[in-house]
């Protein structure tokens, strides 16, 4: 198995990208299981200035999408782009994982459109792997889809109950809806006519969630349009940061070990902790990390794309979507 | 001045109510600013038990419409409901203003079809007071339509302006419209026809805004569908609790310091420490506050509507769209 890490992607590519990778390699990750996408004097120097001996494999290349581009424009214009030769050493087999810390846009883009999609997929989601009260959740879609059709939340439901299987080890997960109310009626048009299609699908649906009671236990994948998954996130993002920085304000009053430990606290429940976000739906495992990451995220992110491609969510995707399809062609 | 207290309202009504009451009195706030509607001999006696001498005018019934109930239901099979004689007292002149932390959609339904509509305004609006890193702003709309048109959005712009001006005490609000992107074309196609909608109208627009960024100074109003505003309300208060647990279950490494320090924080960024939400658009003050509200949050409540009708908010809102029409009108 290799893992394909785009070194040119986030605010703190290449440097900390570099010392991510050297880190992981320290701990054990084996160099033969990844294959670095970015400029090679710089990346074999950085390493072997961080103490590694044997060099991974490196696809060469300076150009990378900014953050800022427009993902579409990107593609087009840069074909050497990093997150593009991320994707063709997919296809070709070079690697069966990607991980991206770069413009979300065209991650998702270059994927969709290079890997294709799932057969019987229709919309990639992106995937978060949130803590709660009583432990991890899926959380899906977190925007690559605002604005969904119903089939597409029952495809995100099948997706994210594979997710959590595979990844999450939850046997039978409970699905429920984002909603701002409890009753099958409530929300707009779309949450109503989901909350009808994954009610009658052959998928353990436990009915509507509200943002309050996500992170208790109510359910084991919170399926989500991409809007209101995305402003979860960003909410959550700079609500974090909000405490983090009154806690500074605060400091003398507050003491350097409250700091301490509300970040720790914060910390925890931040999903970058366990590498990023997973784009579900095309084919071949892509992490799509936070802009900001660091180095310290490299490993995890390395190894949460590892266990994606073992235990086989694509596989066990594709499957359940034949079973959907099945289930709703024979007589109920 | 006088301002309406459903006793009956919210899951700790009537004692914490009573007990809230009593202190508000006991501060100062005097007994003739208040109606209160609820069982009469138990609030006279639970005042007297608490210390209160002067009884304020009490409105008697032992009618509520539960949090759990149908709004419609429970106002068409329960004509003495607390929350309709409070509206009715506001209609009659008898007070200005109600404070109620009952079912959320009865009150909007009552005040809504008891009060009507300010000159103008077309769909009411939930508005919250929330503290950032900069101090306070205002997100509207935190629940009551959770499927706007674009012009119901304007008309949140607006009104949120108004609260801004008159309660925050910020001379130009600037607005942001809630978005997963900064970019005019992000989000989904309600979002898009608001954005050029905002920006065309002669009001301080300065774009989308992240949920992350709301807490950083950027808008001093966020307008949001109802839907996402309830859905950021709803992500914090489980973000909160969630942090306040964790903090809890470990609170042997945590100390009793951390704890307290974290209430502190977390209590001071929780919009009912100003009472509640504020209910635009109807013809007079209503104060929707949080269903869990014990004692210590009436008195922030009636202050927060005192100062809304003192401000003269529901006029300065229908100036505000009497300006907006006319400028709709006039040549540009």
Chains 1, 2 share one sequence.
Do not use: W
Not at 70 to 85: F, Q, T, V
């Amino acid at each position: 198995m290799r893992i394909a890490v785009d070194m040119l992607g986030g605010d703190h590519a290449p440097h900390e990208l570099i010392l991510g990778v050297s880190q992981a390699i320290l701990d054990g990750f084996s160099p033969d299981e990844l294959l670095l996408v970015g400029p090679e004097d710089l990346i074999t120097d950085g390493l072997r200035s961080h103490g590694v001996e044997t060099i991974p494999a490196i696809v060469h290349t300076e150009v990378a999408i900014a953050s800022s581009e427009s993902p579409i424009e990107g593609m087009k214009s840069k074909p050497d782009a990093s997150i593009l030769k991320c994707v063709a050493a997919v296809k070709s087999g070079d690697a069966q994982g990607i991980v991206a810390f770069g413009n979300t846009g065209a991650t998702v883009a270059s994927a969709t459109l290079g890997l294709r999609m799932i057969p019987g997929a229709r919309r990639p989601a992106i995937a978060v792997n949130m803590l709660g009260d009583s432990g991890r959740f899926v959380l899906l879609d977190a925007g690559a889809n605002p604005t969904p059709k119903p089939a597409h939340m029952l495809q995100q439901a099948v997706m994210g109950a594979a997710l959590a299987r595979d990844v999450l080890k939850i046997e039978n997960p409970r699905i429920g809806l984002l909603n701002i109310g409890g009753e099958a009626a409530k929300g707009n048009a779309l949450l109503k006519e989901s909350y009808s299609l994954l009610d009658g699908a052959p998928i353990n649906f436990i009915g509507n969630i509200e943002g309050n009671e996500i992170f208790f236990g109510k359910a084991d994948v919170v399926v989500a349009d991409g809007f209101s998954g995305n402003t979860v996130l960003k909410v959550m993002e700079g609500f974090s940061e909000y405490l983090s920085h009154q806690a500074h304000a605060h400091s003398q009053a507050e003491g350097e070990d409250f700091k301490g430990t509300l970040r720790k606290l914060l910390g925890a429940a931040d999903y970058t902790e366990v590498g990023g976000a997973i784009l579900l739906g095309v084919n071949g495992t892509v992490l799509i990390g936070h802009g900001r990451s660091k180095a310290k995220t490299v490993l995890p992110a390395l190894r949460q794309v590892r266990l994606e491609i073992s235990s086989g969510v694509d596989k066990h995707i594709e499957e359940s979507f034949r079973e959907l399809a099945a289930a709703s062609q024979s007589p109920s």
